[in-house]
């Protein structure tokens, strides 16, 4: 975290690259990156991460000693690759939209979904999930392997079905146990014909009566519990003046020990606003919002 990112929980991607090569907070040997076109469009500083990439250290080396890079296309990062795993595309391979990760949620349901293989590669490609299943595998990586020392495994399709995270939760929702179960519930080894049979999805709808309030509504919190949200009751506390949000204005006023730097004072002050506020985006600030 930054003055000038304060609040940015999400942008640690763009960092793996800046990180490696600085060498904090160590050295790596090597770098290993799937769906991410880092030296293009994804790291916000083509420029600078294609220099990084490629700098070289007084002994003729490469700063970061080897990349290994999966894709599905010749993408700008394949260039600086020293190996490629060439991936299949959306339409050959199992994707999983998980509750775990990114659901295709809506306020009133619960919902996730999945792809799946309609067409086989005809060529020498392989989905990278599936890959890394069998990589774990053969290093012997927890959660991969079966107590024998097996493939725990078979493919990521597999793995969508048969991981659980913890007992009775696994990456999909829908259709567990005996195929009635939802959020919670064993394996079922049918769960992606059901989901393929639903078209590709599964949605369940908060009940009426748990809609609204969801913080301190005792039946939204039940039902969370039961779909498997969350493991217990869990009301709290929905802030519409957000003190965190002040702390960080109240620095730039002059308050505390810790302050921005100068240069920085008055974005701070506009946009960490405690309270929903609108602001003209930094990237606009050469336009007159008033025209």
């Not at 990760?101 to 309609?118: N, Q, S, T």
């Not at 039946?219 to 957000?242: C, E, H, N, R, T």
Request: glycine share 8%.
């Amino acid at each position: 975290f930054t003055w000038e990112n304060p609040m940015s929980a999400h942008g640690l991607m763009h960092m793996v690259i800046s990180n490696a090569h600085a060498g904090d907070p160590y050295k790596i040997d090597t770098l290993f990156m799937y769906m991410a076109n880092m030296s293009w469009n994804s790291s916000m500083n083509t420029r600078g991460v294609i220099d990084m990439l490629t700098d070289q250290d007084e002994n003729g080396e490469y700063v970061i000693p080897r990349i290994i890079y999966s894709d599905a296309y010749s993408s700008e990062m394949v260039a600086y690759a020293d190996l490629i795993l060439p991936d299949a595309t959306y339409l050959e391979r199992h994707d999983c939209i998980s509750l775990l990760d990114r659901p295709i949620c809506e306020a009133d349901g619960l919902a996730d979904a999945i792809r799946w293989p309609v067409i086989e590669p005809d060529r020498d490609v392989r989905g990278f999930q599936s890959v890394l299943c069998e990589l774990g595998a053969k290093l012997d990586l927890p959660g991969f392997v079966n107590e024998d020392g097996s493939q725990k495994y078979a493919d990521y399709g597999d793995y969508i079905v048969s991981h659980e995270r913890k007992p009775g939760i696994g990456p999909l929702a829908g259709f567990r146990g005996d195929g009635s179960d939802a959020g919670r519930g064993a394996p079922n080894p049918k769960q992606l014909e059901r989901y393929i049979e639903n078209g590709g999805f599964f949605v369940e709808h908060v009940p009426e009566g748990a809609n609204y309030y969801k913080p301190w509504n005792s039946a939204y919190q039940d039902w969370a519990v039961k779909m498997g949200i969350i493991d217990s009751p869990q009301p709290y506390l929905f802030q519409l003046y957000v003190e965190p949000m002040r702390k960080f204005q109240r620095a730039a006023e002059g308050h505390g020990d810790r302050q921005p730097p100068v240069h920085l004072r008055d974005r701070i002050k506009e946009t960490l606003d405690p309270l929903p506020v609108w602001y003209a985006p930094a990237e606009a600030s050469h336009i007159d919002p008033t025209e």
